[in-house]
């Protein structure tokens, strides 16, 4: 840990059912992320973030678009996306949206660069699947020359080079938080030491502490490479109620409904419930009271030695009433009780 945990939320802007259980339409879906939004602010969480999807279940393409439009109701936490697909846009156009978010934000603005965990962004925007890793290495590249906010000169190819160019609007302090999302490869976490940025490590299933190996890796390579320490964060997924058993149930037709329905395209079984019981008990979700995801969160925090955990709250259907309810309790109760803890556990000094 480099300071005090930061803990944010994440938001896919699942779409959710109405009364009738037809499919809440897309604008009040997106409607309803800045409400909730909003709320994380009132309640203290340190970060919200937004992700980017092109498919049916999910209501957010444009992230940055709907970030903008919580920062003009927010006032003090971090706004990002959760992540940008860096590898179906143009890094020119990422750094100029997300410079032009931290401006109407006040310096609040971040970007977590990753491949995403599906793919129909590439055919949508007409790139090939078989230039996968390349699209993402190349263009992180070139992204990363961008951050310097001078003079660019690349060459790649994957688009054309740039010789000698100006890039704006440039950030009013002359830097912008970017994350690189891991989700658990060696070479990721190697590649976001190489370029000297916060690593994320994007943990939605198993124990959270298989990932411990990874996170003293990014540190090593980041010595070796003679670099200052950097933060890392973990997201995960998670659902707060005033009851463990509460939480469980409320989440449990939701969750399944979403990762049955991912898990048909790729081959998965469905989920029964003693897997959804073995996720909360040992694996990565993060679900029940606040007394019971404020300890997880913090055995997660100490076993890893992150910076910052983000948590996932929607999942699928979830009504958005539930998801108000648990970032209420996320930030009033969860946030704090996180810090005691964390507290009591730290070493003395002396």
Known sequence: MTGILELGLDTFGDVTRQADGSPTPY?????????????????GVDFFGVGEHHRADFA???????????????????????????????????????????????????????????????????YDLSQYEELFSEKLDLFAALLEEGLVTW???????????????????????????????????????????PMLLAIIGGDPRRFAPYADLYRRALS?????????????????????????????????????????????????ADEYRQEIEHGSLYVGSPETVAGKIAATARALGIDRFDLKYSAGPLPHDAMMHSIELYGTRVIPR?????AESAPVAG
């Open 155 to 197: 060459s790649g190819s994957v688009r054309s080079a740039l010789k000698d160019q100006e890039v704006y609007p440039k950030t009013e302090s002359g830097h912008l938080t970017t994350w690189i999302g891991v989700g658990g490869s060696p070479e990721s976490v190697i590649r976001a030491a190489r370029y000297g940025l």
């Open 60 to 126: 957010v393409s444009a992230p940055d678009v709907v970030l903008a439009a919580i920062a003009g109701r927010t006032t003090r936490m971090r706004l990002g996306s959760a992540v940008t697909v860096l590898s179906s846009d143009d890094p020119i156009r990422v750094f100029q949206r997300f410079a032009t978010l931290d401006a109407a934000s006040s310096g609040r603005a971040e970007v977590i660069l990753g491949r995403g965990s599906f793919t129909e962004s590439f055919p949508l925007f007409g």
């Open 224 to 272: 070796q490479l003679e670099s200052p320490q950097l933060p890392i964060g973990v997201h995960s997924p998670g659902h707060i109620a005033d009851t463990d058993e509460q939480a469980r149930e409320e989440l449990f037709p939701h969750y399944k409904a979403m990762r049955d329905r991912i898990g048909r395209e790729r081959g998965w079984p469905p989920m029964g």
């Open 338 to 342: 996180v810090r005691e803890l964390l």
């Open 27 to 43: 604008a009040q879906v997106i409607r309803d992320v800045i409400e909730e939004a909003v709320l994380a602010d009132s309640v």
